[in-house]
C-alpha cells in the first residue's frame, strides 16, 4: 500500500552523490551568502559559511530534491562563544504552512556551555516534536558526522557512530511521505531563540562565525524516474537492540527537552505518537 501511494505521489530515480573533494560536491549545491572554499590544517579542501553582521545568513542549498535517503555532513562548528548563532542542516519541502521538514539544528552556545543539538520533523504543517540533546563533546574542536535517515518506516538521527533519535512512522499519524524536500546546510542569527530561549544574543565583536564542511554523502532518491533504492540498507532501516541501546544512552545522559514530557506546551493533551511504542 505504501508503495502503491508513494508510486501515486511521485515517481524517483536513485541518485548516489558520494564525493571526496569539497570542491566537487559543492556543485550540488546554490548557495546563499557568504560561501568559501579553503583548507583546513590537514590541506584536506574544506567549505565554509561564514556570518558576520553585514554578510547575513549563509547557506547551501541542493540543486535536487529528494524523497528519502540517507544524508550527511562532516561538520566542525563555531570556535569559542557562538551564543545566537543556528547552525541548521535539514531537509525541507518549502515554506508553506503544509511543509514536511526534518531539522539537526545546532544551537550556539556561551563559551564553556555545551552546544545544544534539536531535532525535529515536521509533516503536513504538524510540528513541535522536538528532541534536544547537550552535545557530549567539543564540536568546534574536530570534524564530526551528522546523518539523518529518512525512509517509509522511520526517521533516524546520527552523532558519528551513535543513533541518538528514531521518529515512528504510524499509519493514523502525519508522517512525511510524499513531498520532494530539498536539502540545506545553513548558518544565521537565531538570537531571537538560539541560545537559553532567547537570553542570549549574538556578540558581533566575536564575529565572522565560520561553520566548516568537509564532507557531504547522499545516497537518495532524486525527484525524476523510477527508484531502485534499497540495495544499501537505508531504505529498510530500523534499530537493532544495540543502537536502541545507544538512543536510551543518550536520553538518559545529554536530552535536555523531550516533546513528550512538555504538558505546558500541550495543555489539551500530548501528540498521539508520545503514547506509543
Known amino acids: 500500500m505504501a508503495r502503491r501511494s508513494l508510486a501515486a505521489a511521485i515517481t524517483v530515480a536513485l541518485a548516489l552523490l558520494q564525493v571526496a573533494s569539497a570542491g566537487s560536491w559543492l556543485r550540488q549545491f546554490t548557495t546563499d551568502g557568504t560561501v568559501r572554499t579553503g583548507y583546513d590544517a590537514s590541506r584536506q579542501k574544506v ?3 561564514n556570518l558576520d553582521r553585514s554578510s547575513g545568513a549563509a547557506g547551501l542549498n541542493s540543486k535536487q530534491q529528494f524523497l528519502y535517503g540517507e544524508f550527511s555532513f562532516e561538520m566542525k562548528l563555531i570556535r569559542g562563544n557562538s551564543a545566537g548563532t543556528v547552525t541548521c542542516f535539514y531537509l525541507s519541502s518549502g515554506t508553506d504552512n503544509w511543509r514536511d521538514e526534518i531539522d539537526m539544528e545546532f544551537m550556539g552556545n556561551s563559551s564553556g ?3 545544544v543539538l534539536n531535532t525535529n520533523v515536521w ?3 504538524d510540528g513541535k516534536k522536538e528532541h534536544q540533546f547537550d552535545l557530549w563533546f567539543d564540536p568546534s574542536a574536530d570534524y564530526h558526522t551528522y546523518t539523518i535517515i529518512w525512509n517509509p518506516t522511520n526517521i533516524l538521527f546520527k552523532v558519528d557512530n551513535v543513533f541518538i533519535r ?8 502525519a508522517y512525511p511521505s510524499s513531498k520532494p524536500m530539498t536539502l540545506h546546510a545553513t548558518l544565521w542569527d537565531g538570537s531571537y531563540w538560539a541560545t537559553e530561549k532567547g537570553k542570549v544574543p549574538i556578540d558581533w565583536n566575536n564575529a565572522p ?3 566548516s564542511y568537509r564532507s557531504f554523502y ?5 525527484a525524476g524516474g523510477a527508484c531502485h533504492a534499497g540495495r544499501d540498507g537505508w531504505m529498510s532501516k530500523r534499530l537493532d537492540a544495540a543502537e536502541w541501546g545507544t538512543v536510551r544512552w543518550a536520553e538518559r545522559n545529554y536530552m ?12 489539551n493533551g500530548l501528540p498521539a505518537e508520545c503514547s506509543r511504542k
Request: hydrophobic share 40%; glycine share 6%.
Open 47 to 49: 567549505v565554509t559559511l
Open 113 to 115: 556551555q555545551p552546544v
Open 123 to 125: 509533516a503536513n504543517g
Open 166 to 173: 528514531s521518529f515512528k512512522r504510524y499509519a493514523d499519524l
Open 209 to 211: 562565525f565560520v561553520v
Open 218 to 222: 547522499a545516497n537518495a532518491c532524486v
Open 256 to 267: 535536555r527537552y523531550n516533546y513528550c514530557t512538555d504538558g505546558w506546551r500541550f495543555p
